[in-house]
Nanobody, 115 residues
Framework: QVQLVESGGGLVQPGGSLRLTCAAS????????MKWYRRAPGKERDWVAS?????????IYTDSVKGRFTISRDNAKNTLYLQMNSLKPEDTALYYC???????WGQGTQVTVSS
């Protein structure tokens, strides 16, 4: 059974940091591009970042998080990460991980940035 489980969300003050984790199971994790998305209150689910599968694991980000967020993966642990620094109130959202094809989604983890 293919499964993705996100964790690591929480309430943080502006300027703070969080690290999200996505535990993958049921498929060959290292074969897939992996991605983070987020859904802010009242908005569509938007793409945040992707990480590829090649040896140098290139990464790409939406403009609003460049320089603040870092996506990474540990193929030995079948785990995807999103390190989020310098958080802003507009980063408040439910964060999801998914694999290439967007055919499997986790339940999401809530990130709230507020003072």
């Amino acid at each position: 059974q293919v499964q993705l489980v996100e964790s690591g969300g929480g309430l943080v003050q502006p300027g703070g940091s969080l690290r999200l984790t996505c535990a993958a199971s049921g498929f060959t994790f290292s074969d897939y591009v992996m991605k983070w998305y987020r859904r802010a209150p009242g908005k569509e689910r938007d793409w945040v970042a992707s990480i590829f599968t090649t040896a140098d694991t290139p990464t790409i980000y939406t403009d609003s998080v460049k320089g603040r967020f870092t996506i990474s993966r540990d193929n030995a642990k079948n785990t995807l990460y999103l390190q989020m620094n310098s958080l802003k109130p507009e980063d408040t959202a439910l964060y999801y991980c998914t694999r290439a094809g967007n055919d499997v989604w986790g339940q999401g983890t809530q990130v709230t940035v507020s003072s």
